[in-house]
């Protein structure tokens, strides 16, 4: 049996150095590492049948002298450690290249790739060791589940909403304004009592929103279908119902579903573009329909003296529940101003970090 050098094929990191040796049904394998020298012996069958096969190769730098290896049923697999973080312009101290090895074009990588490669495993343990350090959420999954039935019940609450008014919008015309409470009220009741929980999940952490923006919005919209139209049957015939309810859900059928997607970590561009463009006409000619009703219903309120407050002997005053309208209208518009400036800053947050990931 006669001694022949194999084929061996290499490739470098920064930190180790990787090399292929083209041997199957390896038998007596040996790779030692003695003053920077790897020496390799084995019986195995090569490109010309079963022999004994050895090399030795002088690596250009210093390695650490406990090579990694493994035998396949079709090949040898070595790393060896190099003593320092380098990339190396050849993987011999000879000048020659010997002509038994080549590179491992299956590994092989330029210095620029493996800076990036090398970073990434730096980020990658980074993060876990970031993550190691926050507590985990045991009810992560729950919170996430919930999150996403609240939305997708309100969408379906709203949209059936924004169509069954476009629809007799269509079919009965100007006529449609004048009983829109009674065929909408009945699910926009269920749709703004269940918004109260808008307020509660940011309260309680289960989402990263303003506790104040939210409260603002859910009491306002709730004072105007349940104090305004709710209580004062003159007011549930006017063309105003129709504007206020169709503006609420034209704005709602975007927003839900772009918190549903965010719940399983998914993203529609067109979506997030509405969700984030569409409110700027919609929330202040929103507001602007809600100031419409409250001013249409300060004459009944003077009226029919309901909500007014009559104070008890010495004072003997009564407060009318218009006056408080009044004054509920000033913060209205104050309202509008802190949650339109809330809403811009979100927009702009949001779009510039999208323009960060894409560069």
């Known amino acids: 049996m006669q001694t022949l050098t194999p084929r061996v094929y290499w490739a470098q990191r920064h ?76 993987l011999t101290w000879q000048m020659k290249k010997p002509v038994f090895h080549a590179p491992d074009f299956d590994r092989w990588l330029d210095e620029s790739d493996a800076e990036l490669e090398l970073k990434e495993k730096q980020d990658q343990i980074t993060k876990i060791s970031m993550d190691s350090r926050v507590p985990r959420d045991h009810f992560h999954n729950l919170k996430r589940g919930y999150l996403f039935m609240y939305n997708l019940v309100q969408f379906l609450g709203f949209s059936w909403i924004f169509v069954n008014m476009t629809v007799r ?95 399983i970590d998914t993203e529609w561009k067109t979506l997030t573009w509405l969700r984030y463009t569409i409110w700027i006409p919609m929330y202040p000619l929103g507001v602007l329909a809600e100031a419409v009703a409250v001013v249409q219903s300060l004459a009944i309120f003077n009226r029919t003296r309901l909500f007014s407050i009559t104070l008890p002997w010495p004072l003997r005053m009564s407060i009318s529940f218009a006056l408080i ?35």
């Open 15 to 90: 930190k180790e150095i990787y090399l292929r040796v083209e041997l199957s049904d390896v038998q007596d394998l040996d790779v030692s590492i003695k003053e920077h020298v790897l020496h390799f012996t084995a019986q195995g069958h090569g490109a010309k049948g079963s022999n004994e096969y050895k090399f030795s190769l002088e690596f250009l730098e210093p390695v650490k002298h406990e090579p990694v290896f493994k035998a396949t049923q079709r090949e040898v697999n070595i790393t060896v450690q190099k003593v320092e973080s380098q990339w190396w312009e050849r």
């Open 325 to 359: 309208l009044q004054i509920y209208l000033v913060l209205m518009f104050l309202g509008l101003f802190i949650n339109f400036r809330h809403l811009l800053k979100q927009r702009r947050k949001r779009f510039r970090t999208k323009k960060r990931k894409t560069n």
């Open 169 to 263: 919008l269509f079919i009965l015309g100007q006529d449609s304004f004048y009983d829109t409470f009674h065929s909408i009220a009945d699910m926009m009741y269920f749709c703004q009592i269940l918004a109260v929980a808008e307020v509660v999940n940011p309260a309680i952490g289960l989402v990263k929103t303003g506790v104040i923006p939210a409260m603002i919005q859910v009491v306002g919209r709730n004072v105007i279908l349940f104090v305004i139209f709710g209580s004062l049957e003159e007011m549930q015939n006017k063309a105003v119902v129709f504007f206020v309810f169709y503006l609420w859900s034209m704005i709602e059928i975007f927003r839900y579903p772009f918190y549903m997607l965010c719940c």
